[in-house]
């Protein structure tokens, strides 16, 4: 409330979790996950105002904003079909782009419940990858307008897909052609990701 006081605020978002993080390990991963892209990546967005999603769970929206841009958000397009997925992020790039600016708010948490299989997760992920995607190419145009970080964070947001992807790939083709596995690269990069989930954990506990 004390964030939205300021009228050139036209949403913000609390702090998700996971609620029924006990429930099995994907449950729990998928909360350090939601820890990570809150306390990490929407905090260094917001120290520039321009929170890239604000997550449908946890979110707040200015109401004269949201009636201005209800048009806009009820018929959006994409590829001449209607779209009607992702549409927190998208509702975040139409208040970005309308001047607005978002922000995030650790002190409001919100619980959600997450998918404890593994099958219904991927296809969620599916889903919010092809939101991402397709609200990337609408904030190309607002990056201009934004601090050169945010310019950056997207880049390396959909580059760094693309680039585990071609990893996979080559690591794939090196075990066809030469019969042998790119063992040092998998090892340094479950060796980072170790130590960044570990680290997620022991914060996401002491500050929760």
Known sequence: VLTMS?????AAMGQLTASNRSATWLTRLIDMEYWLACNEERAAQARFGA????CGPCAIYR??????????Y???MFRGKRSDFGEDRHLTILMLAAGYRTEYVPDAIAATVVPDKLWPYLRQQLRWARSTYRDTLLALRLLPRLDRYLTLDVIGQNVGSF???????????QIVLT?????????LIASMTM???????????ELR
């Open 6 to 10: 300021d009228t050139a605020i036209g």
């Open 51 to 54: 929170v890239m999603c604000c």
């Open 63 to 72: 109401r004269s904003a949201l009636l201005l841009l209800l048009n806009q």
């Open 74 to 76: 009820e018929t959006q």
């Open 163 to 173: 680039l585990l992807a071609v990893s996979m790939l080559a690591g794939f083709l």
């Open 179 to 187: 019969a042998s596995a790119p063992w040092q690269a998998c090892f």
């Open 195 to 205: 130590i960044r989930c570990s680290v997620a954990a022991v914060r996401s506990r």
